[in-house]
């Protein structure tokens, strides 16, 4: 086999594309979104070599028109779980021992064909499938996951590049990394394509084989994900995608002696549930497992007195209402200042006044519907309490209709108390609590800000005072693993803000970075002696 120290292509992020009115990009993709709509697909699962279907089906729906079906997929159970293990344990010899630069050479081609010829496509499944806007969906499921890819592999090969400093004279020190023993079960959430598509293949990069579940409301975007790996060159096992429920897929994969690790973003409560069973398990595996997760976040901006009205607003109700709030990072809590609350209000109506909400192909709807009816129910809930507290102000939308999808019109509530529900519990929709503090007690409202919530995820702070953002940003240290200054709490981007929190915001392991790629290799250490000693004594032991 040929042998060489290679270089690979340095990772630039993809531009983003713009789909103005007149654009080609902007035909293109809306003759996708019709091509999408008009057939109905028969989605598999993928296990080895096996595109698999079963008698028993899933709906894909839109969640903004939620009678009109995009596809059926196949349901699995506990024993395509276990085939799935068994196919990946299979291909694990062949994939792992295969060289660097061919892994590499497979997710950068993946990267290119999404660059390219599979962008539409996969933006249209992703628009139709999550409802996301032609924005929104461009800048994850083409541009962030492209990124994810392409740098991935540039972290990939700094890995593999980093060696001991010292080899004493007379021997040769070395470090190799060694992929995991056993499989990896990467388990996705419906919100971000990319994290979908990152998660199984950053594992599968340091030479790993993955069981992949992902959320039932994105499985039409996963895919099309696997479409594009198959394409790549991903050889057949290394990656297999289960639709089974969270129940089966952990009773099978928990008890499994080769279950090596787990790559999850999702709810705190399964987290903990899940990393509860690994430690009750822990005598049934070959190894300790790696517990990777992102669990959410209940993420924060504060607004300095000194900070400019108008930056303020944009950055709140972009925080707060793009992707209808459900985001990870999104802004569900603000305090803002009183000197400057009215004229921040003032902007904040005036902009969202200009929101139009409907489904996704309409390009001129900046507000799309929220995933299904589970979230749109708990949602209400929250809003309908609101309406009958005391403490509360509802000053912006408040309305919800689900007779053709699950829209709900973003809401701003004004609370009288910093820890009023929906300041605390994780609310992941458009639902902004804002609580206005006096100028003199912000050194309180920092307190109060740490103290608040379990997760530490993602905050901000506008402000035009320095001293004031110093000490918030050493005084939040611990309350975000993303920090923004005069920004909003939202868009981190690969190679710019590697991505994670910390708290109940999970093990902060940064998507997007060497730091998560290391989690996914075990290191081993080399030393050979070329002129070994022939004599057991050391000089000290000589006579005088």
Known sequence: MLKGFFNVPTPINEPILGY??????RELLKAALADARATVIDIPMYIGSEEVFTEQKGKVTPPHDHQHVLANFSKGNKN????????ALAAKADWE???????????????????????????????????????????????????????????MSEIYKQQPPVSPKGSWNRLEQRPLEGFVFALTPFNFT??????????????????????NTQIYAANVLMQIFREAGLPDGVINLVYVSGPDAGDVIFSHPDFAGIHFTG????????????????HKFKTYPRIVGETGGKDFILIHGSADPETSSTAIIRGAFEYQGQKCSAASRTYIAKSIWPKVKEYMLRDLATFKMGGTEDFGNFINAVIDEKSFNSLTKYIETAKTDKGVEIIAGGNY????????????????????????EELFGPVLSVYVYDDKDFDKILDVIDTTSIYALT???????????????????????????????????????PFGGARGSGTNDKAGSMINLLRWVSPRTIKETFDPPKDYRYPFLGND
């Open 267 to 282: 709810s705190t409560g399964v987290f903990q549930d899940i990393w509860k069973t690994i430690g009750n398990n822990i």
């Open 401 to 424: 209709d689900n007779s053709k999808g699950y829209f709900i019109e973003p809401t701003v509530l004004v609370v009288d108390d910093p820890k009023y529900t929906t300041m605390c």
């Open 97 to 155: 021992n295969l060289a660097w630069e061919h892994r590499a050479a497979i997710f950068l081609k993946a990267a290119d064909l999404i660059a390219g010829p599979y962008r539409y496509k996969l933006n249209a499944a992703t628009m139709l499938g999550q409802s996301k806007n032609a924005y929104q969906a461009e800048i994850d499921s083409a541009c962030e996951l492209i990124d994810f890819l392409r740098f991935n592999v540039s972290y």
């Open 20 to 25: 103005a009115p007149g654009s080609k990009e």
């Open 80 to 87: 395509h779980v276990t085939q799935a293990i068994d196919a």
């Open 459 to 497: 905050g901000a702070v506008i402000s035009q005072d320095r001293y004031a953002i110093e000490k918030a940003t050493h005084r939040l240290r611990n309350a975000a693993g993303n920090f923004y200054i005069n920004d909003k709490c939202t868009g981190a981007v690969v190679g710019q803000q």
């Open 194 to 215: 990319a994290i979908a598509g990152n998660l199984p293949t950053s594992v599968a990069m340091m030479g790993n084989v993955v069981v992949w579940k992902p959320a």
